[in-house]
């Protein structure tokens, strides 16, 4: 059975086998039988605990029946008294399309404000807006066969290494089969990414726009103009005077780059014919993010390196169904199927949907929607399939605001998340595997989510569940579906009505599909018409655009903002993503294996500025911002650019007491897209101090009370919590850990170190480890003891020492495919091994995925530390 992961934009086929563990779908064209450890890991995301399997009301389970009748009652209590506008949907790139269309239906088709936003706001919004002020259109012009064809690409504020694997893998491919294929990367922060670079540009966070004004001035000055594009365009005067301040020389000061360097990069550009530019959250998430998209933009129109094979400006997408919720105008600022808010538009809709009221103005965008909240004015809000108390801007500020929304209804796949935490009506939804739609990824493709296991409990499709409460708010007609299939072809039927070439988002060619014709459809890239009766691989060939003149438009970009930083908060700190894990966590945080990678919340730091402000590799630190704090554990890595600082985005509530990024992340963002900063918050920092600091394991996840600091990673047979507190441990643990009834080990050693071990029945319950730094323990031999307790007293002794009588630690792991670990790399090394292939060849890793090559290669170069 073949089906598409749920993770990233990539849009990887999957094949399930009957045993239900998972491989790359070999007839996929975005993966080819590839698949990451995310995406291998599927698998044993399936059958989770903590699956939220019923519906609750206030707090308590309810029959899904009740659920849905209360919300009902109460939206329409809501909207009788306050009207439309003090409703609204916030849902997510991670529904399907078939979830997202019926959302944007109820809500700005019938309940009939448009107050529907998304997490693509704090994804791709600034993307959006770029391709509709370049190209009149939404539509993301290439796709992954370029990397095969490219001469030069360009990976700006992408760390595709990690977050787009599978895509990274097929660059790395096309770079080993053509080796004068150039990569240039452009990231503050030196990443996996930039491994595979022949160019490295660490350039000041948020300076994109300048360098790529500077290209464009230099395409104008060197040649680099394609004439043939020049009847197509419009703006190219405007915008080459806007560009013409940024010669070499001010943008080498501006980015902080060596004019060298840059003037590389901008030959490359110029003398490459087929150019393929990558951005991802780097550029998105700024105070200048559409200007920056549209900077970009420019120089490809300009240089006509777009519309053919190996170029044009790739957008890459961030959640799977990112792109599936642009078509159905998931945005606050959009209709469906890429239509706007003109009368006529808003007419069309109207007839096509046979809708008493079409909204006819834009709604609330996510931050501003959450700030709405929190006055007051919106008094319902329905959250699906995204965790907005951790992964928005201000985390606390949107924490509260849900705390005193008189209704707040969620919708989600697990029971315990930082934003369920705040429903008054939980609804069960079905999850990857158990549910059945389309998504579309980065490169435009329409792929098939199948369901292959039942649905447990009471759990529904969130189509279901909207079209549900729906009908109970009196609009039963239009919202009848029996099944996904007949929402799809709604779906592509209205992609086409009144489109006559107007809008580049037309898949009418679909919506005949028999719902057997639906279940079987093959991967195929929009636009699928009469025209296009296979889809269509690139756009713009023809250089036809969808602004009323057929013309792209060329677009000044703004300088690039201040760096917010101030004497008080000094440091910069960029957030963003982890190979291992998945946003907030709620699927990838509970596998074992995809904590073994990076077990912990961090920040990273050249170790210049962790010297500067008394922090040590392995310290605890807090980072204050203006909004909040977090406390992370210290990475030292030089690739990191002096006074800045990198933190996961992943941690929340539910896995340590205070580490979430958003937390301290300001609500502010660029003017356009309405997308926040997330890349940019001026902070201080400092060592966080405790008395001790140490290892717990325990049989279950419960929060422990009383410390300073708590992080939690699942492991087979227990969870493992890294702690720190004040007072002694030995005090500590006899006041909150619940041992009564089991018998206890314990050892108490000189300088401040205090071990206690707890049995019951035979079986060990828990291992506490602590001392005035973190002891080195052997992991491996602590969590097997939870498994199967050591047989001997030597062997109990060595268990409460933690330490084997042998160590036979793996250290961390680096390939999660094969669980392989640091110390058995290192082992190979010192025996010979000189390359990744030779690593492979003995140990396995690095021979399925690949995302973890860079970091073989690093293990290759740089010795042990202690
Ligand atoms: N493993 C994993 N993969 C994922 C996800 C996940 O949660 N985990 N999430 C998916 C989603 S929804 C998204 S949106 C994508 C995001 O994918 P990416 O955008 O690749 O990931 P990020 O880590 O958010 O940020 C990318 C890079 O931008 C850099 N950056 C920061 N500021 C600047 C700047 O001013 N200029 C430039 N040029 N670069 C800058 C950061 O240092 C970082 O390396 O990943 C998708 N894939
Ligand atoms: N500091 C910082 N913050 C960021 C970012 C950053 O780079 N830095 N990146 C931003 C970006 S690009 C993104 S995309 C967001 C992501 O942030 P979120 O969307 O908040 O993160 P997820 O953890 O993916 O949340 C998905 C939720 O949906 C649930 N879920 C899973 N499957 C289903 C389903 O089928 N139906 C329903 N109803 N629920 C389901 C999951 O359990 C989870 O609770 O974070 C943003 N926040
Ligand atoms: S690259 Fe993305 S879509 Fe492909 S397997 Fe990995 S997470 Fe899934
Ligand atoms: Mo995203």
Not at 37 to 56: D, F, M, P
Not at 57 to 74: C, I, M, W, Y
Not at 262 to 273: K, M, N, Q, V
Request: hydrophobic content about 45%; overall charge neutral; proline content about 5%.
């Amino acid at each position: 059975m073949n089906t598409t992961c749920p993770y990233c934009g990539v849009g990887c086929g999957v094949s399930v086998r009957d045993d239900g563990s998972v491989a790359g779908d070999v007839s996929h064209p975005a993966n080819l039988g590839r698949l990451c450890v995310k995406g291998a890991a599927l698998g044993e995301t399936l059958n989770a605990s903590g699956r939220l399997l019923w519906a609750q009301v206030d707090g308590a389970r309810a029959p899904l029946e009740t659920a849905l009748e209360s919300a009902a009652a109460r939206l329409r209590a809501i909207i009788d008294q306050h009207g439309p506008d003090a409703v609204a949907i916030y849902a997510s790139g991670q529904l399907l399309t078939e979830d997202y269309y019926v959302a944007n239906k109820l809500m700005k088709g019938y309940i009939g404000a448009a107050n529907i936003d998304t997490n693509s706001r704090l994804c791709m919004a600034s993307a959006v807006v770029g391709y509709k002020r370049a190209f009149g259109a939404d539509a993301v012009p290439c796709c992954y066969e370029d990397f095969a064809a490219a001469d030069l690409v360009v990976l700006v504020g992408s760390n595709a290494a990690w977050t787009h694997p599978v895509a990274y893998q097929r660059l790395v491919q096309a770079k080993q089969q053509r080796p004068a294929l150039r990569v240039v990367v452009i990231d503050p922060r030196r990443t996996a990414s930039a491994d595979l670079a022949d160019r490295y540009l660490p350039l000041r966070p948020g300076s994109d726009g300048a360098l790529f004004s500077g290209l464009l001035h230099w395409l104008a000055q060197h040649d680099g103009i394609d004439s043939s594009m020049l009847p197509h365009l419009n703006g190219v005067a405007e915008t080459l005077e806007a560009a013409q301040p940024w010669t070499l020389a001010r943008v080498a000061a501006v980015c902080e780059l060596e004019e060298a360097a840059l003037a590389d990069f901008y030959r490359l550009f110029t003398r490459c014919e087929r150019v393929l530019t990558l951005w991802c959250m780097g550029v998105n998430q700024s105070a200048t993010g559409s200007d920056t998209n549209n900077a970009i933009l420019n120089v490809h129109l300009l240089s006509g390196k777009l519309g053919r094979a190996g170029c044009g400006p790739f957008s890459l997408t961030g959640q799977p169904n990112a792109m599936g919720g642009r078509e159905v105008g998931g945005l606050a600022n959009q209709l469906a199927a890429h239509m706007g808010f003109s009368d006529a538009e808003c007419d069309r809709l109207q007839r096509f949907w046979r809708s008493p009221t079409v909204a006819r103005r834009p709604g609330l965008t996510a931050v501003a929607l959450f700030e709405a909240v929190a006055r007051g004015e919106v008094k319902a809000v329905w959250i699906l399939g995204t965790n907005p108390a951790v992964s928005m801007p201000e985390g606390n500020r949107v924490a509260q605001a849900l705390a005193a929304c008189p209704l707040v209804i969620v919708s989600d796949v697990m029971a315990h998340t930082d934003t369920t935490a705040f429903a008054d009506i939980l609804l069960p939804a079905l999850g990857w595997g158990e549910k059945n739609g389309t998504v579309t990824n980065s490169e435009r493709r329409l792929s098939r989510q199948r369901a292959f296991v039942p649905p447990p409990g009471e759990a529904k499709p969130d189509w279901w569940l909207l079209a549900q409460v729906a009908q109970r708010l009196g609009f039963g007609d239009a919202f009848g579906w029996t099944h996904p299939a007949q929402i799809f072809r709604e779906h592509a039927a209205l992609s086409g009505f009144e489109n006559h070439g107007q809008r580049a988002f037309d898949i009418s060619g679909l919506a005949q599909l028999s719902d057997a014709q639906w279940d079987r459809l093959q991967p195929v890239q929009w636009p699928v018409n009469a025209r296009f009766p296979d889809g269509c691989a690139r756009l713009f060939g023809d250089r036809h655009f969808y602004h009323s003149d057929g013309k792209a438009r060329l677009l000044p970009c703004a300088a690039p903002a201040a760096t917010p930083v101030s004497a008080a908060l000094p440091l910069l700190m960029n957030s963003g993503r982890i190979r291992d894990q998945w946003h907030t966590m709620t699927r990838t945080g509970a596998v074992a294996r995809l904590m073994q990678h990076i077990d912990e919340p961090f920040i990273a730091l050249h170790p210049a500025t962790a010297q500067r402000w008394g922090l040590a590799s392995g310290d605890l630190a807090r980072v204050q911002s203006a909004h909040g704090w977090m406390a992370a554990r210290v990475r030292l890595d030089s690739g990191m650019r002096l006074n800045e600082l990198f933190a996961p985005m992943h941690w929340n509530r539910q896995f340590a007491l205070q580490s979430s990024v958003d937390a301290l992340v300001a609500a502010r963002g660029c003017p356009h897209s309405g997308q926040p900063a997330f890349k940019q918050t001026a902070v201080r920092l400092a060592p966080l101090r405790a008395d001790w600091q140490g290892w717990l394991w325990q049989r279950d996840i419960a929060a422990p009370d009383g410390v300073r600091y708590w992080a939690r990673a699942p492991q087979a047979g227990a969870q493992r919590l890294t702690l720190a507190g004040d007072g002694t441990a030995h005090d500590w643990a006899q006041a909150q850990l619940a041992t009564q009834g089991m018998k206890l080990q314990q050892a108490v050693g000189a300088a401040g170190e205090y071990r206690l071990l707890a049995w019951r029945d035979g079986a060990l319950q828990l291992a506490f480890y602590a001392a005035p730094r973190l002891p080195t323990l052997d992991q491996d031999l602590i969590a097997a003891a939870f498994r199967a307790p050591p047989g001997d007293a030597a062997g109990r002794f060595a268990l409460l020492a933690g330490r084997a009588a042998q160590s036979s630690g793996t250290g961390r792991i680096i390939c999660s495919c094969f669980g392989v670990g640091e110390n058995a790399i290192r082992q190979a090394i010192a025996q010979g091994c000189d390359s990744p292939a030779a690593l492979g060849t003995t140990l396995k890793c690095g021979t399925n995925c690949g995302s973890c090559l860079p970091e073989l290669k690093q293990l290759l170069v740089t010795p042990a530390t202690a």
